[in-house]
């Protein structure tokens, strides 16, 4: 009897969670679908909490230029498709044609010994916070001593 | 409870509590209110060997595949590994003159795996090797010339991805499948709910799409909020092959409390039990889960499987020597399983951090690929060195005895057997330690493979510990599933293992 009312309880507890978590989700589809044409004031807080990175910054990129069509609320805004990195930057292969000055040892992490060109760019350039090497996950020796590559832009 | 509605089932499920509480409704609960968002002939968990060979061939028969794949990266541990895989009575083997049997290379494996393997799958393994390897090669993987001779195997039967790594075939294989117009592969995609109907079989799973992996979590499959929530149906079955568990800290501790937090491991960070415990849910057997094995080839100077690994394995364990640093005595068969090595290893290491050096000569280097001893030397993990002495002064060994060590093992190779650790010296080239410059490195095991997982059958059906037959509609291929190596695998037996049973997982939906 004890275990029935607990788990009653338990069930009714998830319910209403996911009754919450169902809500949430439709409020964020809506803001996003009824205001994706509306313009983006970016306020200084924001700038602040989203800062670009420096090429990027002056270049006076506004948030529209990645995220377009995902609002006008910031907290909102998914990270974009690789595509949208490639708009600019071609393809992952011309990256490392350009960039095969790294190449040394086969590690050039734009068309890799492991990878070839199939990593997402965010799996080491970050935008809004500092970007990582996926690499040293397993070759930390070879950034430290500086056979490979500089810190990730 | 038997009220729940399929749909508020798996809400609930998405919150993230509750599942084991609930899992018995999971059978009885109304699938037919279950709204899919896409649906496809087979579902394939995973990225890596297995999944990608169930893909190949379940879409070759003309199936609509689906592979997905948690991580933002394609292949999982197979992109990172060292590219070895064992085959039996293959091309290379004729050329070389190696007489070889299935009934051989399940007697070596059985011998490293305590007699605890299942038979019946090792020799699956070993007879479709062959078929395994034309597979690949089909795809457009290539290798290296010579075959391998790996620690624990009586012959030399292993071959060598080109590029050193299982990359020199994931690559191809997910090229190969990007070309098929009935595959789709989606990445950071996480399995997160089997959908069963009311008999019990598995048709669709519950994925969350745009899923980050993040590694900065403790426990990535329960804290881990990210992705939208998606139904995928399975008209024919899903195939686990999500790989094992080496990365889930929790959970490899509950299966071996001697394996501290912080123990490093060579697999990549995405490999947790999640899935795992989630085809636990739904009964499938559990077979050998406390069985892990370290890689005993790793270096405490690096980071996971590093650059040393694959220099040890190809250089210093075949055609070289592993000292105790404090005697400069060798202290075990430098070939043996990987298991009997580890324990050997572990012992030094475990006093003081002592760790073992591994040591070989220029030829020896000059018989493996030579980007290998290259990388690693770069890496600062292998470091050369003109005389013994100045090698033996590097690592504080005492001189007279590693010169006295080196001769007697000199010896050994002349007369092709080593009376000490029963090392197979008359395998070894006739190399001997002393051609100058010297390598030495440090080693210690890494967790490598958790042997234990799902039980399956020899057509990759998942065993139900309910009624000991397979669950209808799930298959699972790879690190996933448990049984094939016993207590401990031979080297270059993972990636037959995943192959072969991906293979026949595509064959058999």
């Known amino acids: ?153 | 409870m038997a009220n729940v509605s399929r749909r508020n089932f798996f809400k609930i499920g998405a919150v993230g509590a509750g599942m084991i509480a609930l899992g018995s409704t999971a059978a009885n609960a109304d699938t037919k209110k279950v709204k899919y968002d896409e649906e496809y002939d087979v579902v394939i968990i995973g990225s890596g060997f297995a999944a990608l060979s169930a893909a190949i061939t379940s879409a070759e028969k003309g199936n609509k595949v689906v592979i997905v794949e948690k991580m933002g990266r394609i292949g999982g541990n197979s992109v990172i590994n060292g590219g070895l895989l064992a085959v039996v009575h293959s091309p290379k083997q004729k050329a070389e003159g190696v007489q070889d049997s299935v009934e051989l290379y399940m007697k070596d494996s059985m011998k490293a795996g305590r007699n605890i393997n299942h038979p019946e799958l090792l020799k699956v393994i070993a007879t479709r090797s062959n078929d395994a390897l034309n597979l690949v090669q089909k795809c457009g993987a290539k290798f290296y010339d010579k075959l391998s001779h790996l620690g624990g195997h009586s012959v030399p039967r292993t071959y060598l991805s080109a590029n050193g790594s299982g990359s020199g075939i994931v690559i191809p294989m997910f090229n190969y499948l990007k070309k098929m117009p009935n595959v789709t592969i989606k990445r950071r995609t996480k399995f997160e709910e089997f959908i069963l109907d009311d008999t019990g079989s598995v048709v669709g799973i519950l994925a969350k799409e745009k899923y980050r992996f993040d590694s900065k979590l403790k426990d990535d499959d329960r804290e881990n909020k990210t992705g939208k929530e998606k139904y995928y149906k399975a008209k024919k079955g899903v195939v686990m092959a999500s790989g094992g568990f080496s990365r889930d800290i929790f959970y490899r501790k509950q299966q071996d409390p001697r394996i501290s937090d912080d123990a490093d491991s060579t697999n990549q960070p995405g490999a947790t039990a999640g899935a795992l415990l989630k085809a636990f849910e739904v009964g499938a057997v559990p077979v050998h889960v406390s069985w892990i094995q370290f890689g005993p080839w790793a270096c405490p100077d690096e980071k996971g499987f590093g650059a040393a690994s694959n220099f040890n394995i190809n250089a210093t364990f075949r055609y070289g020597i592993s000292v105790n640093a404090k005697t400069g005595k060798r202290y075990m068969n430098e070939l043996a399983d990987r298991r009997t090595r580890a324990t050997a290893m572990f012992k030094l290491v475990n006093d003081n951090k002592n760790y073992p050096i591994n040591i070989c000569d220029q030829t020896a280097v000059d018989n493996i690929i030579p980007e290998l001893a290259e990388k690693a030397l770069k890496a600062g993990v292998v470091k050369k060195y003109n005389t013994i002495e100045d090698l033996a002064a590097a690592y504080g060994i005492p001189l007279k005895e590693l010169k006295e060590t080196i001769k007697q093992y000199n010896n050994y190779v002349k007369a092709g057997k080593d009376p000490d650790f029963g090392k197979p010296v008359d395998k070894a080239d006739g190399v001997q330690i002393a051609k100058a410059p010297f390598y030495g490195t440090k080693g210690v095991p890494k967790l490598h493979h958790t042997m234990g997982g799902l039980k399956i059958n020899t057509k990759a059906q998942v065993i139900s510990t309910k009624t000991k037959e397979p669950i209808p509609g799930l298959y699972a291929a790879g690190e996933i599933t448990g049984g094939t190596h016993g207590a401990s695998r031979l080297g270059s037996c993972s990636i037959p293992d995943c192959l072969v049973f991906g293979m026949i997982a595509g064959e058999n939906i």
């Open chain 1, 1 to 153: 009897m004890k275990t029935k009312v607990k788990a009653t309880f338990l069930f009714c507890f998830f319910l209403l969670l996911s009754c919450l978590y169902a809500n949430s989700q439709q409020e964020e589809s809506t803001t996003l679908s009824s205001n994706s044409d509306a313009k983006i004031k970016v306020t200084p807080e924001q700038k602040e909490k989203y800062h670009l990175k420096p090429v990027h910054a002056q270049l006076y990129f506004d948030c529209i230029f990645c995220h377009e069509g995902q609002g006008n609320n910031p907290e909102n805004f998914e990270a974009p498709d690789e595509e949208v990195c490639l708009a600019c930057h071609k393809s992952k292969l011309y990256l490392a044609k350009r960039l095969e000055f790294m190449d040394t040892l086969k590690a050039n992490p734009h068309n890799s010994v492991h990878d070839g060109p199939n990593l997402y760019c965010d799996e080491c350039h970050r935008e809004h916070e500092p970007s990582v090497n996926m690499c040293s996950e397993c070759h930390l020796k070879e950034i430290k001593n500086n056979i490979w590559m500089k810190a990730t832009p």
